[in-house]
């Protein structure tokens, strides 16, 4: 008799830019155990693929339309959705790592490392275990503590998108004069003069 077939590992993908969600689901679909079973280009279109399909493992991008990689990871958890998540990204930022973990994912790697360590990976998150990048988990640490808060957080990162209060608070559902709060808090905060100023300096250490 030969050796029992053993489940392949579903993954869903999530990457808003076409050609590298392509590289990457035909990377994972050489390996003999993943299967890449959906793929989305947004946070929206993420969590309703994952609610359809059921996968082992969600591997995403952080910046997304619809929302970022780490807000989909910070749902999946607070919906208490059973799926091992890898952040896979450009963003070399403690700050970024450091959400992520908060947010319950399984892994964090960045998108210039050799190829076949994603598949590696895949199946190390699969069995429980954590995948970080070395020189980011050293650093995570180290580095000062994000002082946002969640709503600042989105708040700011709107304004940073350009967006006028008055659209913001549309947006949130909050009231303008709350909007105006969050962003004083976050402007205070980060000691910076303005909110563009805010956001710039929140984006550079990985807080928005």
């Known amino acids: 008799m030969g050796a029992p077939k053993r489940d392949k590992i579903r993954v869903v993908l999530a990457e808003d830019q076409a050609m590298v969600l392509g590289a990457l689901a035909a990377l994972l679909d050489m390996e003999d155990d993943i299967e890449v079973v959906a793929r989305a280009r947004s946070g929206d ?36 959705v059973l799926v091992r998540v890898i952040i896979l990204t450009t963003f070399a930022r403690a700050g970024y790592l450091r959400r992520a973990l908060e947010a319950g994912a399984s892994g964090y790697l960045l998108k210039d490392m050799p190829a076949e360590q994603l598949a590696d990976a895949v199946r190390r998150v699969h069995t429980g275990l ?21 709503r600042e957080r989105q708040v700011l990162r709107l304004a940073g998108e350009g967006m006028a209060s008055y ?42």
Do not use: C, H
């Not at 709060?181 to 100023?197: C, D, F």
């Open 130 to 150: 954590r995948v970080i990048d070395p020189q980011l988990a050293a650093e995570a640490w180290t580095n000062e503590p994000d002082p946002l808060t969640e």
């Open 45 to 80: 279109e993420a969590l309703r693929v994952i609610q359809q399909s059921r996968p082992d493992v969600f591997i995403t991008d952080i910046e997304m339309p619809g929302g970022t990689g780490l807000e989909i990871a910070a749902e999946l958890k607070r919906r208490g």
């Open 167 to 208: 659209d913001i608070a549309t947006e949130l559902n909050l009231s303008e004069g709350t909007v105006r709060n969050y962003l004083s808090e976050a402007i205070s905060k980060l000691g910076a003069a303005n909110r563009t100023e805010a956001a710039r300096i929140a984006r550079s250490k990985g807080w928005l």
